[in-house]
């Protein structure tokens, strides 16, 4: 189990305090939890489009790109949603990642990225948030601006980044910078996601609305929001991970609300990016 270092790297501070930046995984149902890609909880974008619609909510998606070609009209649904999209590439495999060649993904991805939106992408996220030091400089290479892969936190059998900075931080060696996943604190370093939301039910939830990080990067699945009929497929230890709290769309729904009430700011990762200042 590799584990991410912060050597090197000089520690940006957010430009805004009390925001909230949803970002969205469009990928296939379940990661790498299945063992054939199936894209089934898709079939439900609209019904996220209805809230953010309504809730008047950006969103930053990073999209798998094999979505573009196997399901191009529920990506076409949210690049005309009403509110802000941006899209960036994320990648996914279910090879162990010391047979995937993650310069080839990220060449992969990019490509298919530029083809179906016909620009270079800026920022990128490779699947499980399993960034190694190493792959920084496969995006430099690429051209990428930024990351958002890093979660610093732990995760059995995949990384332990314990040590890693929870702030968004530039790279100097690679000229990039790395937006990770918000944790809810230094010490409490429980990603501030949906899944965990469902996970933990009650206690996690309340802790997060009403006595939230600063800025919080929330991040949603598909099949965070829905249970799809693949859901049959899933392993037994799976199973018990997602049949709790299963109506993902209320609780998403009452998570937005209640940033509102706190009058946290809607933004995107774009927002944040733009405004970094790198002496």
Sequence with gaps: MDSMTTAS???????FEES???????ECDYGTALAENTYQAVDHVDTLIEILERLDVPLTV??????????????EELRNCSVDVRFHPHSHTHRPRDETSIQQEITDSTREFESFFGHHPSGYRLPNGNIRESDYQYLADAGYD???????????NHFNNTAAPTDPHYL???????????????FLRIPTALSYCRL???PF??????RPPSVVIFNIHMHDLVNPASFAELSTFYKSIYSRNDD???????ILEQFSQRDYTFRTVDDAYDDFVVE
């Design 248 to 254: 993902g769309f209320a609780m998403f729904e009452s």
């Design 20 to 26: 909230i930046i949803v970002t969205l995984d469009f």
């Design 9 to 15: 790297v000089q520690h940006l501070e957010w430009p």
């Design 172 to 186: 100097p060696e690679h000229d990039l910078v790395e937006i990770p996943f918000t944790v809810y604190s230094s």
């Design 62 to 75: 990073f999209v798998q790109t094999e979505l573009l070609t196997e399901r191009p009209e529920v990506v």
């Design 205 to 210: 939830t309340q802790l997060l609305t009403t």
């Design 146 to 156: 930024f990351d958002a892969s890093l979660f610093p936190s732990w995760r059995p």
């Design 200 to 202: 933990l039910g009650r």
